[in-house]
């Protein structure tokens, strides 16, 4: 059986457009009246999130102050997972269709994400997404689960995963960030990052996946082809 772990932010829901709208709002209440800023574009401000950019820079990039950039990265932080701003993901372009090919293909399809319960349930429902992965295949964080750091949580996950799930002849991992790198890594999974969502390829090959590819779709050509 060839099995398919897949993030679930970047490789399926597009989230650029929460990034930036929480961008906007965080700046706008952390302006002071009559204070000049720069509104970065879409494309400035996700061009510098995939690099890793710091929040605090792209702050005084926007015209903040150094006082006032610690207070963006703060509000930012509170607001970016929040439920009123997860309405703005979107599924990425060609990843439904790929999860149909996946389906008709009889891969063994399982998700992967640091969202919690509610914010992957909010996504599931406002998309259609559900019917691609039954409850035993949903691998995110409890409501109430104080995450302590993507590199650090997803690993676990991994490994709640590999005891859980049946054996598989080949094992895959599919993700957009560090996080989904190492937890592959350091479980012995085969792992291909992609470029469509919060890292760039920079970022992606300091941490050495076995491939990368442009999105979800071309990962998934990766893995049915090597068979």
């Not at 399809?109 to 992965?133: G, K, S």
């Not at 490994?159 to 049946?166: F, G, S, T, V």
């Not at 790198?181 to 050495?208: F, N, W, Y």
Request: hydrophobic fraction near 40%; aromatic fraction near 8%; include cysteine.
């Amino acid at each position: 059986m060839l099995r398919l772990i897949t993030d679930f932010d970047g490789p399926i829901m597009d989230v650029s457009d929460r990034y930036y709208r929480v961008y906007q709002q965080c700046l706008a209440e952390t302006q002071r009246e009559g204070q000049a800023v720069r509104e970065l574009t879409l494309a400035e401000f996700w061009d510098m999130k995939r690099a890793r950019v710091p929040e605090t820079e792209i702050a005084l990039l926007s015209g903040l102050d150094a006082d006032q950039a610690v207070d963006f990265a703060l509000k930012r932080r509170q607001t970016v997972h929040t439920l009123p701003f997860l309405m703005y993901d979107r599924p990425a372009q060609g990843a439904v269709e790929t999860l149909e090919k996946l389906q008709r293909a009889g891969v063994d399809l399982t998700v992967m994400t640091m969202r919690r319960v509610r914010e992957l349930d909010e996504a599931f429902t406002r998309c259609n997404l559900a019917q691609f992965f039954p409850e035993n295949r949903r691998y995110c964080l409890p409501n109430d689960y104080v995450k302590t750091g993507d590199v650090k949580d997803k690993p676990l996950l991994m490994a709640r995963a590999l005891a859980e799930l049946p054996p598989a002849s080949d094992f895959w991992m599919v993700g957009d960030t560090e996080a989904d790198i190492v937890a592959a890594k350091t479980h012995g999974v085969k792992v291909i990052g992609v470029l469509c969502g919060i890292r760039d390829r920079t970022q992606l090959e300091m941490h050495q996946p076995d491939f990368i590819a442009n999105n979800l779709s071309q990962a998934v050509e990766m893995v049915l082809g090597s068979h």
